[in-house]
């Protein structure tokens, strides 16, 4: 027998709401989908560690299913679900310094003993956890409405309702293992591994297929997935978490769209689904924080990429005239101009000596080759690693030009060629 999940003034029955999540699981167009045709050989170095999505979304499913039916949010007042949220993500915040700390003891030489000397931290750990796992289903909820409410706002919305409704699950995120040739930058292969794998263990996986295959490979941190629920990694920065959701509720959206359901038909479509995600994820960010958490309101970083688990450590040292952004779109302009002449080595040998650059600069980036440009070239809302792309600026040109966000949203969506996109915008001769 079936049973109703109010989201919102939505109703769903548990199994429709089941159907409609594995569909999306199966067909949408997130930050590390499995693309459609990615070579056998490169699947073949991973089986053994792939990431299980439709049991997470099985269990994503028995979880937002209870969270619903309980519906706690609704008996408190706004300022009571804020400080609810507040309360959550403090013991986040709390948490992770516990656990760095762990990792310190841990990592210190002078440490002889670390499991004794870490005992009283690893119990603080076990209970802060146990604190936030209670807080977590109202912290999600109230997200949740608090994101529906901007979304609704800003008139994205079906009967009252943003389509699909937001639904998302703080849990760990596997890694995405991606796969370029080294002649040209374009991305071969997405495919999702265990969140659980070591970083020697990463190394090595990365080094095998690059040997075997002839290509150049990089496995990167995830901090969200646009499955149903959407997938968004535990974190204590709420600003980060709003736009990762909003980021994340955007690619759901577009896959009930033409765009999103041809996000792997060529790299020009995925730049176009992840630079609009990127433009609708910031602003209904910003939004949600002005709203409901004006004080822990922040202005962006400059290296904030939604996709790290963390962001690039060291930013201290950067020196004052500095521009990230800058640095590296000169960095892949180059990289294009000697592929462009058939001289992957050499475009290797210079990436190698730029990522160092950037090292000494506070942006500690482990790997940049054609894999790295590949997938974070697709992320074009700030420039950068796109290089000269002329697709994400066309994007971000259609946003200045639009008069609110529900028209660039409903514009992009129903794309399905780069050349529309030029033809709006009056650009198909150039």
Do not use: C
Request: glycine share 6%; proline share 5%.
């Amino acid at each position: 027998m079936s049973r109703w999940i109010r989201i919102g003034d939505l109703a769903l029955t548990y199994l429709g709401w089941g159907v409609f999540a594995l569909a999306l699981a199966f067909i949408l167009a997130k930050d590390a989908s499995v693309a459609l045709d990615t070579p056998a050989r490169v699947r073949a170095y991973i089986r053994a560690v792939e990431f299980d999505f439709v049991d997470w979304t099985l269990d994503a499913l028995g979880f937002k299913a209870r969270q619903s039916s309980v519906d706690e949010q609704a008996f408190l007042s706004n300022s009571d679900q804020t400080r609810r949220v507040r309360d959550y993500f403090d013991l986040i915040f709390r948490l992770e310094g516990v656990r760095r700390e762990i990792e310190k003891q841990y990592a210190d030489p002078a440490v002889k003993d670390p499991a004794a000397e870490t005992a009283g931290l690893r119990a603080m750990e076990a209970d802060l956890r146990a604190q936030a796992g209670k807080l977590q289903p109202l912290a999600e909820s109230i997200l949740q409405e608090q994101i529906s409410v901007i979304l609704a706002e800003q008139g994205l919305v079906l009967g009252g309702q943003p389509v699909p409704p937001v639904s998302f699950h703080f849990t760990a995120l596997p890694y995405a293992l991606i796969v370029s040739p080294r002649a040209a930058i374009r991305q071969d292969a997405n495919l999702d591994v265990s969140g659980d794998l070591t970083l020697e263990q990463q190394v090595a996986l990365e080094e095998r297929v690059a040997r075997e295959l002839d290509v150049s490979t990089l496995i990167v941190g995830l901090g969200g997935i646009g499955t149903y629920p959407t997938m968004v990694l535990q974190h204590s920065d709420l600003n980060w978490i709003v736009s990762v959701t909003a980021h994340e509720w955007t690619h759901n959206y577009l896959t009930l769209h033409p765009l999103g359901l041809n996000y792997e038909t060529s790299p020009e479509l995925r730049t176009m689904n992840e630079t609009t995600a990127e433009i609708v994820g910031d602003e209904i960010g910003a939004m949600v924080m002005k709203r409901y958490y004006p004080d822990l309101a922040s202005p962006p970083s400059p290296f904030r990429n939604l996709l790290r688990r963390e962001q690039p450590a060291g930013q201290t040292r950067r020196a004052p005239d500095f521009e990230f952004r800058t640095e590296m779109r000169a960095t892949r302009v180059r990289v294009d101009e000697l592929l462009a002449q058939g001289k992957a080595p050499e475009a290797e040998a210079y990436m190698e000596e730029r990522r160092k650059f950037f090292w000494d600069h506070g942006y500690q980036i482990r790997r940049l080759n054609q894999a790295y440009f590949a997938f974070y070239g697709a992320y074009a809302a700030d420039g950068g690693a796109p290089g000269a792309d002329p697709v994400g600026p066309a994007v971000r040109l259609l946003r200045r030009r639009s008069p609110n966000l529900k028209y660039f949203l409903d514009t992009m969506a129903w794309f399905t060629s780069f050349e529309q996109l030029k033809g709006v915008l009056g650009l198909s001769n150039q």
